[in-house]
């Protein structure tokens, strides 16, 4: 019988591109989130009744162990930056699919957590990322954990956040100094397929990122480059970024900041030195040059000359 995987926060933005992935290669789906029907838009990617959504929340235990009954696999892709949220979302809520996959005899589990997951982190994200690993390794031992650096692709909140604050602002800040190293979404997706195919990754860890690191002043004028369009780049210190952050934290859309996140933009969030990553997985890093003008095309400005694609 086909085998079945549930994905926990299936109709987000790595979820879609798993999903998809996983329906191609034969796999029955099952999508487990707060809005069922949210995620209907996920069903044709699959035959007639290979995908189906269902209902989950985190804080509610009986809906994870529906969630996971029956399950050969199961995926847990759900995370927020709501500070509030960090204990519920990033701990309580892995420690009880782990213990719930554990019971209805899940063979596969995979988490994914954040290249940032540190006990000892500056900001309250890193720590509740850290411990809800370690509530993961202990529910599930041979669970996979995948830590991924920031993650673009097409609805991302990275390269499409500063496409759209450039329209907004004449002047863009950049706070900080720190590197980053971001991943392509379709790179994390496949490295969760190959968490749920190769037996020899269960219980390892596995940090994400791609070709090139960046500064937060990089990333922006790469946006720019991609889109046209030509606009003050600011460097500012983390000090003033904080003060800005105490106001903006209550801001919708691209303009919101949280005090958290900037203390996340502290340090370098990068794959460290000698750990596995992509290329122990088979997959070679995809470099955001050569995916951004599949996506950004809707902010460009269409009087500006036409940047050159990479060569691949």
Not at 15 to 44: C, N, S, T
Not at 65 to 92: E, P, R, Y
Not at 105 to 122: F, I
Request: hydrophobic share 45%; proline share 8%.
């Amino acid at each position: 019988m086909t085998q079945l995987v549930t994905v926990f926060g299936g109709s987000g933005f790595v979820g879609r591109h798993l999903v998809r992935r996983l329906a191609h290669a034969g796999y029955r789906v099952r999508i487990a989130v707060r809005d069922p029907e949210g995620a209907h838009f996920l069903k044709p990617a699959g035959n007639v009744g290979q995908i189906v959504a269902v209902p989950a929340n985190l804080g509610h235990e009986g809906s994870i162990k529906a969630g996971v009954m029956g399950a050969d696999a199961v995926v847990n892709l759900v995370g927020t930056f709501s500070a509030g949220q960090f204990q519920t979302i990033h701990v309580d809520g892995p420690a009880r699919i782990a213990a719930a996959a554990r019971a209805a005899g899940v063979k596969h589990l995979v988490h994914v957590s954040a290249l940032g997951a540190d006990p000892n982190a500056r900001s309250a994200y890193g720590r509740s990322k850290a411990a809800g690993e370690a509530a993961v390794r202990a529910g599930f031992a041979e669970s996979v954990i995948l830590r991924p650096s920031l993650v673009f692709g097409p609805e991302d909140q990275l390269f499409n956040r500063f496409a759209k604050l450039s329209g907004l602002a004449l002047a863009m800040p950049a706070p900080g100094t720190a590197k980053f190293q971001p991943v392509y979404v379709g790179d994390v997706a496949d490295a969760i397929m190959q968490g749920l195919a190769d037996p020899a990754t269960a219980g390892k860890t596995y940090s994400l990122g791609g070709p090139r690191l960046y500064t937060l002043r990089e990333i922006i004028e790469l946006t720019l480059a991609q889109i046209g369009r030509k606009r003050l780049v600011v460097s500012e210190p983390l000090w003033m970024a904080t003060l800005q952050s105490l106001f903006l934290q209550f801001m919708p859309g691209p303009l919101r900041l949280t005090p958290d996140q900037v203390r996340q933009l502290a340090v370098d969030n990068t794959v460290p030195e000698g750990v596995p990553g992509l290329r122990e997985l088979g997959i070679a890093p995809s470099a955001a040059e050569a995916i951004l003008p599949t996506y950004l095309s809707m902010y460009r400005n269409p009087y500006a000359p036409r940047q050159p694609r990479p060569a691949r």
